[in-house]
């Protein structure tokens, strides 16, 4: 694929992605109003977290980093039949696998709940709504993971606007559990979960006609025996820790945020959703577009097409990704007072959220090179790299964890009488204490960093990548755009200092003209500088 194509085919992934990051959050302010930050609302949270970690797994990271680039060499290297018997056996074997899978987790859910989340054990009761609703939600994690084989064969064959499109289905489903199911329930948040499992059916659904078309729709054939599913197998195992880092560290803060103050989980969960603006816009479809790509590169021996297009990636990820950290760190309070502060989510909530975002986005740009930077070691099978990386990240997620805490507890006087009210018991005193999510989100982020340090380093040291000209007038128009877009950004915030006195509407134009001001402004530089359009193709 060319530069030109490489573009084009981002552009429109990036277009259904943003309508499936309207949808999403819509979804999440009719959460706000309906539900609140409460108890219970963290309770579906880490419950929808558990199959939604499977979904990261296989949509965004392990199955799909070990079978499209297989996949893409069936295609260039061997005929039509072998290519379809090929996708038959994989999915028999995933389709046997998550059988089995779901099956334990069900019987096994009130461990599983107790494992994931501890500190719901507290309270009988929230022990058993989690265990209930992860019962229900579990099943997405099939239906989303076989829509994910359907969606690689998709973007395999250049098809790329309906698996982009897809999440728009578990959205709207969402909504409608909200505001039509939850009404009939009681108000009760269970009907989240019946949500997430019906999403499951139609996000799968919605892409099978898409692979008739194409004459590659799945006949499921259990052969583990078979070459292709075989080599899917040895590079997908590693994978399932290597190229899903961010998840696991979500997962070890699923953990530690059962143990704070009630709310925690979901300040979280509203901050993460902004942050998926530009990880699931940009982030998520220029990995997804560049894999393929790389991946026939990589089958056609072709070393310099390779590291040419992880160069485009790179440098799309750093144009993208410091002005869009930048910007939400200065813009926080107003998103989340817009996006979120009505109904039962009120101020306080807002301030939380707030707080967690701005020390998740320090990373953005991070998590934007991994989803580039990952897919160069899987589209050439080379899987054992990103567990190394992987390891220390994690490692680094759990201690930064542990010496902030510690920092917040035995640092500032409010920490210190925390843990002396607990009776010097550090958990205790933890879930009394104000800020302990942020510091869940700030671990992340430093998580994030050495995730991405790590594996750029390793393709510079290889010989992998070899960086083209003009990074370093790049890095130049980047950082005197971010000082053009952080002066309008924080001149225009000083016009308005109090959102949550204004009504909806006041406060959506005045987050237009904040939000706007600041691209334009790191917009307008950037072409001042010399930067066009025609630079992306390249």
Request: aromatic share 10%; hydrophobic share 60%.
């Amino acid at each position: 694929m060319s530069g030109p194509r490489l573009l084009r085919s981002t552009a429109v992934f990036s277009a259904m992605t943003f309508l499936s990051r309207v949808s999403g959050l819509v979804r999440d302010q009719v959460y706000a109003v309906v539900f609140g930050a409460n108890p219970a609302m963290d309770v579906f949270v880490a419950a929808f977290r558990i199959p939604n970690f499977m979904r990261r797994l296989s949509a965004e990271g392990s199955f799909s980093m070990a079978f499209v680039p297989v996949l893409a060499e069936y295609r260039e290297k061997h005929g039509p039949g072998a290519v379809r018997a090929l996708i038959d056996r994989v999915a028999g074997a995933l389709l046997a696998a998550l059988l089995v899978v779901t099956g334990l987790v069900l019987l096994a859910a009130p461990w599983v709940a107790r494992a994931i989340a501890p500190g719901f054990a507290r309270d009988p009761a929230t022990h058993a709504l989690f265990v209930e609703m992860l019962r229900i939600t579990f099943p997405y994690a099939l239906f989303i993971s076989l829509a994910s084989l359907a969606g690689g064969i998709l973007n395999t064959w250049q098809r790329f606007a309906i698996p982009a499109l897809s999440p728009v289905l578990l959205n709207l489903s969402m909504i409608a559990a909200a505001v039509g199911l939850a009404p009939l329930m009681g108000g009760s948040v269970v009907a989240l979960a019946w949500g997430v499992f019906a999403a499951g059916i139609l996000q799968l659904g919605f892409q099978l006609p898409a692979l008739a078309r194409l004459g590659l729709l799945p006949r499921p054939r259990l052969d583990l025996a078979h070459a292709g599913v075989r080599k899917v197998m040895t590079l997908m195992v590693p994978t399932l820790f290597g190229s899903s880092v961010v998840q696991f560290n979500l997962l070890l803060n699923t953990l530690l945020a059962s143990l704070l103050a009630g709310g925690s989980m979901t300040w979280l969960y509203y901050s993460d959703r902004l942050l998926e603006f530009p990880l699931g816009m940009f982030g998520v479809a220029i990995g997804t577009v560049i894999l393929p790509h790389l991946s026939s590169r990589h089958a056609a021996t072709d070393p310099e097409g390779f590291s040419r297009a992880l160069d485009w990636g790179l440098r799309l990820c750093v144009l993208i990704g410091v002005p869009a950290a930048l910007g939400l760190v200065l813009c926080a309070g107003p998103l989340v007072a817009t996006l979120f502060q009505y109904g039962r989510f009120d101020a306080e909530d807002a301030r939380m959220s707030a707080l967690s975002l701005m020390a998740q986005a320090l990373a953005v740009p991070a998590f934007l090179l991994v989803k580039v930077l990952a897919p160069a070691f899987y589209a050439r099978q080379d899987t054992r790299t990103p567990v190394r990386a992987a390891v220390v990240a994690v490692l680094g997620n759990a201690g930064a964890a542990a010496g902030l805490f510690a920092l917040l507890l035995w640092g500032p006087q409010a920490g210190r009488a925390a843990l002396a009210a607990a009776g010097g018991r550090p958990l205790d005193a933890l879930a009394g204490l104000e800020g302990g999510h942020a510091v869940l989100a700030l671990s992340i982020a430093i998580a994030g960093w050495a995730n991405a340090l790590q594996l750029g380093w390793l393709l510079r040291r290889t010989g992998v990548y070899r960086p083209q000209r003009g990074w370093g007038r790049l890095l130049l128009q980047v950082g005197a755009g971010a000082v053009a877009l952080a002066a309008a950004v924080l001149w225009l915030r000083g016009l308005w200092p109090a959102w949550d006195a204004w009504a909806w509407w006041e406060r959506a134009w005045r987050l237009a003209v904040l939000v706007g001001g600041g691209v334009a402004a790191y917009g307008a530089l950037l072409l001042v500088l010399g930067l066009r359009p025609r630079h992306l193709r390249a």
